[in-house]
């Protein structure tokens, strides 16, 4: 017996892209990608929330931070936060780190400090009292909010973990992309079938 | 709350357990039975994985 043809549908995996599942939802098959949007965006932003919201960005630190190698900016920066490269599956919702990291508008600091450090690079440690001209990395000394030095000194290992929980999520991402343009991985074909039982005469 | 519950990291072990392994089986097969047979010999293996590897550690632990 000869499997079915498989079919692909690229469309279907950039909208899962996009929104996990929802590839899955325009093929029709609506519990799998509501299952796949559920899991994948509960793990993203549950993820999100257990890091304070500062997990989840690309810093512009080619200049500060240079690789051994010599690299293009964007590949240095991702050298140098590399849970981006993972995190940046899940789509649409990654996207605002991609927006931050190019410096477009967002609501000002007074109108809204939630959406304005949005998957911006956040500060890692504080500037001393009397310091001068202060890099991109410190915050202001008299600033209210913590600094990444500041999570991970007061708190447990909480921060570190969170950044995984949004990685694995982007990573598994990847194979429901695949799910949406190629079908499941081992086929249909290959499905243990029910045996039918025979009507009773 | 006893601080066992409270703090320790490991109780996200389970969630992270059964939601890769409800997501990874479903990309692997499109009907339910077999997604979550799947997915349940996905999340066993997993456990016994890390299982041995905390029980490799404290034997460490005990002979070093």
Partial sequence: MSSPQRTYSPLAGLLSYLIPGLGQIYEGRVGKGILFMVCLYGLFFFGMYLGEWKNVYLPDSARTNPPPINMPNVATNIYNRIQFAGQFWIGIAAWPAIWQYNDLPVPSEQASSFWHDFQRAPYERRAGP????????????????????EIQAEGDKTWDLAWVYTVIAGVLNVLVIYDAVAGPALGIALEPRRVQKEPAV | ????FATNIYWHLPILIVVISLVYSAT??????SIFVEAFR?????????FAIAALLTVLAYVI
Avoid: C, I, V
């Avoid at chain 1, 009397?130 to 030095?149: I, V």
């Avoid at chain 2, 709350?1 to 066992?4: E, K």
């Avoid at chain 2, 692997?28 to 039975?33: C, L």
């Fill in chain 2, 1 to 4: 709350m006893s601080p066992l």
């Fill in chain 2, 28 to 33: 692997r097969f499109e009907q339910w039975r």
């Fill in chain 1, 130 to 149: 009397h310091q001068g001209p202060r890099t991109g990395y410190e915050a202001p000394f008299d600033w209210p909010g913590k600094t990444l030095n």
């Fill in chain 2, 42 to 50: 996905w999340g066993l293996r997993m456990t016994m994985f890390l």
